[in-house]
């Protein structure tokens, strides 16, 4: 009955060191997820640009287009 105490004693120690070392990696975990999460934001607002951009450019040869005029 001591052995099992001890044994279990000993995996509730590890488990417990275990959730230490997966604490300390979470700050860099958030870090890293906002670094991703503001990347993302960065490459959707360039492509919102981008699109506006294209169909500003498309309006234009389209209406130049209609008159007959060359580029």
């Known amino acids: 009955m001591d052995k099992m105490a001890t044994t279990?004693?000993?995996a509730a120690e590890m488990c417990?060191?275990?959730m230490k070392k997966e604490m300390e990696g979470a700050p860099f975990k958030k870090a890293a997820g906002l670094a991703l999460g503001l990347?993302?934001?960065t490459a959707l607002v360039l492509f919102v640009i981008l699109e506006v951009?294209?169909?500003i450019y498309w309006?234009?040869?389209l209406k130049t287009?209609?008159?007959g005029d060359r580029l």
Do not use: D, G, P
Request: hydrophobic residues 50%; aromatic residues 12%; without cysteine.
């Open 8 to 10: 279990v004693t000993r």
């Open 16 to 18: 417990e060191m275990m």
């Open 39 to 41: 990347l993302f934001l």
């Open 53 to 55: 951009q294209w169909i």
């Open 59 to 61: 309006s234009r040869l």
């Open 65 to 67: 287009q209609k008159r």
